[in-house]
């Protein structure tokens, strides 16, 4: 097990040894689990998305990066970007979601996994200057809490809705592209966790690669100190024990179990904003070809950070050749 002096009044390691985590389970589905996110994947394929391009922004690493807005469910306009090669035509598409900072810019997720590769880069709702939402807190450990009280209000419903309307955007910015294959999907942390409630259900996409991935097994989280936006929900739950129901439908590691796709997971030995135990009960209940690749943290800087990065993205490269390439 890595060891790493750090400040925290707990230990981001939490006692399991890599054999520890790699049997951690995934909770049972909740009655209707499978029906509450189908109707919500069916009611955001039928936006109209209307999407607009934005000025060129920059160009680098390969592609043209623009500034983009489309329409998500509720009729809320939202923001990111789109990352289009700067020669050559369209072969792959790619939706990317981000952490919970939010999103200031495309920063390293260019360059894309495959040459030829266009991708949507969104900002969920309440996340960063683009896709601001009147009410929705766009701090973490206060975002993380709107409108927790109900399945139906929870906001992280409409974020994993935000990436299907991105979705629905790329094939309509990019002619075409429906027609050359599937779509691939990368997150990390937040948008690790939101890409796994979100690709299960959606057959445009036929590969994906989660990063240290958020909110699985939410029984096992409430347990669990850390620095992230998890420990807002822990210290919520200890007034508001009925919460505990409403989290079993935004289970990550729940919806890991119907993810069939083929998946990289990148999972962290110690982290101390999203607790590994967590990460890895993702990875575990998958229900198709998987991946592994250890890091030996997460969401914390240490001498083996530069290259523990170079090889996640060496990893992804080759994970997506190998499914998507053609």
Request: proline share 6%; net charge positive.
């Given at each position: 097990m890595p060891s790493f002096v750090h400040g925290f009044p707990f230990d981001p390691s939490y006692g399991r040894t890599l054999d520890d985590l790699s049997v951690i389970p995934a909770p049972p589905a909740p009655d209707g689990f499978a029906d509450f996110w189908r109707a919500r994947h069916e009611a955001a394929r039928t936006v109209a998305t209307e999407p607009e391009i934005g000025p060129l922004e920059e160009e680098r690493d390969g592609v043209r990066i623009h500034g983009v807005t489309f329409t998500s469910v509720g009729g809320e306009r939202r923001g990111g970007w789109l990352a289009l090669p700067a020669d050559g035509p369209v072969r792959h598409g790619f939706v990317i979601g981000h952490g919970y900072g939010g999103r200031q810019g495309p920063g390293p997720d260019v360059p894309l996994p495959l040459p030829g590769a266009a991708a949507i880069l969104p900002c969920v709702r309440g996340m960063g200057a683009r896709s601001p939402v009147a009410g929705v807190p766009d701090a973490a450990d206060a975002h993380v809490l709107h409108g927790i009280e109900s399945r139906e209000t929870y906001v992280i419903g409409d974020c994993v809705a935000d990436l299907w309307c991105a979705a629905s955007a790329l094939h309509e910015l990019v002619p075409g592209l429906a027609a050359a294959g599937p779509l691939g999907y990368l997150g990390e942390s937040f948008g690790g966790g939101l890409g796994a409630l979100a690709v299960p259900w959606d057959d445009r996409f036929g590969a994906a690669q989660l990063t240290v991935p958020t909110f699985g097994n939410h029984p096992l989280r409430?347990?669990?100190?850390?620095?992230?936006?998890?420990?807002?929900?822990?210290?919520?739950?200890?007034?508001?024990?009925?919460?505990?129901?409403?989290?079993?439908?935004?289970d990550a590691a729940t919806a890991a179990g119907f993810l069939e796709l083929p998946t990289l997971v990148a999972a962290a030995l110690f982290d101390p904003s999203?607790?590994?135990?967590?990460?890895?009960?993702?990875?575990?209940?998958?229900?198709?070809?998987?991946?592994?690749?250890?890091?030996?943290?997460?969401?914390?800087?240490?001498?083996?950070?530069?290259?523990?990065?170079?090889?996640?993205?060496?990893?992804?490269?080759?994970?997506?050749?190998?499914?998507?390439?053609?």
């Open positions: 409430l347990t669990l100190p850390c620095a992230g936006s998890g420990e807002s929900v822990r210290r919520y739950r200890r007034e508001h024990p009925g919460v505990t129901e409403v989290l079993r439908y935004f999203v607790p590994p135990p967590g990460q890895f009960a993702v990875y575990n209940a998958l229900a198709g070809e998987r991946e592994l690749l250890v890091l030996s943290a997460g969401h914390f800087e240490h001498a083996g950070t530069v290259a523990e990065t170079a090889g996640l993205v060496a990893g992804r490269q080759r994970f997506f050749a190998r499914w998507l390439g053609r």
